[in-house]
């Protein structure tokens, strides 16, 4: 029987991550404890498409600029290649459309240097309001992601964060400045806020997805399938115009994905039905289908689900 949980969702596009491997070298990102690192703390912030604003601040020359959308996708990406085009001296911020639970966050750069984690719930900017430190001289991880991007992850658990820090004004020289590769955040949306949207549950237990699915080494030419369906969260509004799909985050992992709610199986999924308010979706069957070619290594993906809320 469905039950009504706490909630742990993303703002806008509700997602889960993927990650799978064939069974060569693949690198885990872990649900339920299985495989070689340990659990992620929550769900991966899909920051880079969700309303976040990431920033950066010169001090040299007192100005705040807004990281291009392009370099921070690529930071919330598995690509060993990261970004390198964003450099600031004083640190960078994730400005978020909502308060955040933050429970964890790890990132790369070029260059060696410490670097602190402050939170702020009433910033609007990364400049003015009030900070406070969470963690000091965090891991850094220079020039290098994987594995360490699920084995270096400073866990936070934050209540309430409108702006997250990483804080490198460690001496303002520009020998110092952040040159960030890198940056996954977890957490997800403080409670109350943004109640009009999607949430992804399992149907094999009726709980929502809290943390990213892995499906470990798998080989090439396998296949699985698995039912989940879709709760809306909000108290008044009707979810019309439900669409699912998938993005890739690295190589092609979203064609091995199709869905499926009776009529068929597609790579896009337009709902036959409204969901309202407080309601659930008709099970929807995810089939992942690896290519019997397919490239060896990584492979990382994200579905997710928009909607009309009215």
């Given at each position: 029987?469905?039950?009504?949980?706490?909630?742990?969702?993303?703002?806008?596009?509700?997602?889960?991550?993927?990650?799978?491997?064939?069974?060569?070298?693949?690198?885990?990102?872990?649900?339920?404890?299985?495989?070689?690192?340990?659990?992620?703390?929550?769900?991966?912030?899909?920051?880079?498409?969700?309303?976040?604003?990431?920033?950066?601040?010169?001090?040299?020359?007192?100005t705040i600029f807004e990281v291009g959308a392009s370099t921070v996708t690529a930071w919330n990406s598995e690509d060993a290649a990261g970004a390198q085009t964003s450099e600031s001296?004083?640190?960078?911020?994730?400005?978020?459309?909502?308060?955040?639970?933050?429970?964890?966050?790890?990132?790369?750069?070029?260059?060696?240097?410490?670097?602190?984690?402050?939170?702020?719930?009433?910033?609007?900017?990364?400049?003015?309001?009030?900070?406070?430190?969470?963690?000091?001289?965090?891991?850094?991880?220079?020039?290098?992601?994987?594995?360490?991007?699920?084995?270096?992850?400073?866990?936070?658990?934050?209540?309430?964060?409108?702006?997250?820090?990483?804080?490198?004004?460690?001496?303002?020289?520009?020998?110092?400045?952040?040159?960030?590769?890198?940056?996954?955040?977890?957490?997800?949306?403080?409670?109350?806020?943004?109640?009009?949207?999607?949430?992804?549950?399992?149907?094999?237990?009726?709980?929502?997805?809290?943390?990213?699915?892995?499906?470990?080494?798998?080989?090439?030419?396998?296949?699985?399938?698995?039912?989940?369906?879709?709760?809306?969260?909000?108290?008044?509004?009707?979810?019309?115009?439900?669409?699912?799909?998938?993005?890739?985050?690295?190589?092609?992992?979203?064609s091995w994905f199709t869905y499926d709610e009776g009529s068929g199986f597609s790579s896009t999924l337009a709902l036959a039905s409204s969901i309202a308010n407080g309601a659930d979706?008709?099970?929807?069957?995810?089939?992942?289908?690896?290519?019997?070619?397919?490239?060896?290594?990584?492979?990382?993906?994200?579905?997710?689900?928009?909607?009309?809320?009215?």
């Amino acid at each position: 029987m469905r039950r009504t949980l706490t909630q742990r969702q993303q703002r806008g596009r509700e997602r889960i991550f993927y990650a799978g491997g064939d069974g060569i070298r693949m690198i885990p990102i872990l649900r339920g404890g299985a495989g070689s690192y340990a659990d992620a703390p929550s769900r991966r912030m899909a920051y880079d498409d969700d309303g976040t604003v990431v920033t950066g601040l010169d001090s040299a020359v007192e100005t705040i600029f807004e990281v291009g959308a392009s370099t921070v996708t690529a930071w919330n990406s598995e690509d060993a290649a990261g970004a390198q085009t964003s450099e600031s001296d004083m640190g960078h911020f994730a400005i978020f459309p909502e308060l955040r639970e933050v429970d964890g966050t790890v990132h790369s750069q070029q260059k060696a240097a410490t670097t602190d984690v402050q939170t702020s719930g009433d910033s609007t900017n990364g400049v003015d309001g009030t900070f406070t430190v969470r963690a000091t001289d965090i891991t850094q991880n220079v020039n290098i992601f994987r594995p360490n991007y699920r084995t270096t992850i400073t866990s936070l658990a934050v209540s309430n964060v409108r702006v997250l820090w990483l804080d490198a004004s460690f001496g303002g020289a520009s020998t110092s400045n952040q040159r960030l590769e890198h940056w996954h955040i977890y957490g997800e949306i403080s409670a109350g806020e943004t109640p009009d949207r999607l949430l992804w549950f399992d149907d094999s237990d009726d709980l929502e997805f809290s943390l990213p699915i892995d499906y470990g080494d798998v080989p090439r030419g396998s296949a699985s399938e698995q039912d989940v369906y879709l709760k809306n969260n909000s108290a008044a509004e009707t979810a019309s115009s439900v669409q699912i799909t998938t993005e890739d985050l690295y190589l092609d992992m979203a064609s091995w994905f199709t869905y499926d709610e009776g009529s068929g199986f597609s790579s896009t999924l337009a709902l036959a039905s409204s969901i309202a308010n407080g309601a659930d979706s008709p099970n929807i069957t995810i089939r992942r289908n690896i290519p019997d070619a397919e490239t060896l290594g990584l492979h990382a993906a994200r579905s997710y689900v928009t909607a009309t809320f009215a």
